[in-house]
């Protein structure tokens, strides 16, 4: 039937092939005595019966889906092709099943869609109403994650994340994202050395912080700190340049030079302070 239609016509445009085409179903395939119908024509029997069952059709055109089943992480995100998709935290570690179209992903749990997101190539697609109260702001990293996870670092880092939020916090907001991303690098440590650093600089900012964890200077920095620390503890502790022997004594040995006694200066009456160095032996 479709074959003595199609076979040795020749078409100017696709519109006149369907206008033909149409014409041809019509008034001479419908029209023909058909043995499967038992010699009636498929007009006939179509107009009789199979009329009347026929449905509307659907307002939206058929979309092709493909499904997929998969295990929802600890992180609340379940993996449909090479991206990840959030659902809600309550079905950490249950199977649900995705339906994937050109454009969305909807995500069925027991015959309930529980999630839908716009779908994406790679990546991560993350609705933050998926994570229970307690880690929505964690997740979102706002200026309060931010002073948290500052304090929990030293308090360089904590007065480097202040300074960004005082002013404009929404603006610099993602450079302390960045200076507190850091530290999945480097390290609690080299992250508050290098704070304290660039604090010291003047320049407490995203480029100079990294800057001084690529090349090292933070390291350079805490110990240039522990060694001024530990020179300025010696200096405040007195020191003896003889033993107390030659200090208190009387007489000097033979060959040996007198030894220097020092004495602490003296008040007097008038409240002035005599020269320790005239009572020198």
Known sequence: MRDSFWRGRDFASLEAMQHDAVD???????????????????????AAVEARALKPLPRNRFVVATWSTGKVGP??????????????????????????????VQV??????????????????????????????????????????AAGIGPACAQVIEFLMVDNALFRLRAAQGILGLRAKYGHDRLENACAAALNAG??????????????????????TAAGQRSAATAAVPAFLRGP???????????????????????TTTGTTSDPMSDAI
Do not use: M
């Open 203 to 224: 320049d407490p900012s995203y480029r100079t912080i990294k800057g001084i964890l690529a090349v090292g200077a933070d390291t350079t920095h805490a110990q240039a």
């Open 75 to 104: 992180d609340i995100h379940v993996k449909v092709g090479p991206a990840l998709y959030s659902v809600p935290w309550r079905l950490i570690g249950e199977q649900v099943e995705a339906r994937s179209t050109a454009t969305t």
């Open 245 to 267: 022997d030659d200090l208190f004594a009387a007489d000097p040995a033979p060959g040996q030079a007198p030894a220097t006694v020092l004495h602490l200066p003296t008040t």
């Open 24 to 46: 041809w179903s019509v008034q001479v395939a419908g029209a023909r005595r058909h043995p499967g119908l038992e010699g009636a024509a498929p007009a006939a029997v179509f």
């Open 108 to 149: 069925v749990h027991d015959g309930t869609v529980v999630a839908t997101h716009l779908r994406a190539e790679r990546g991560r697609r993350t609705n933050y109403d998926h994570y229970p109260p307690e880690k929505v702001a964690f997740q979102q990293r706002t200026p309060t994650w931010c002073r948290t996870t």
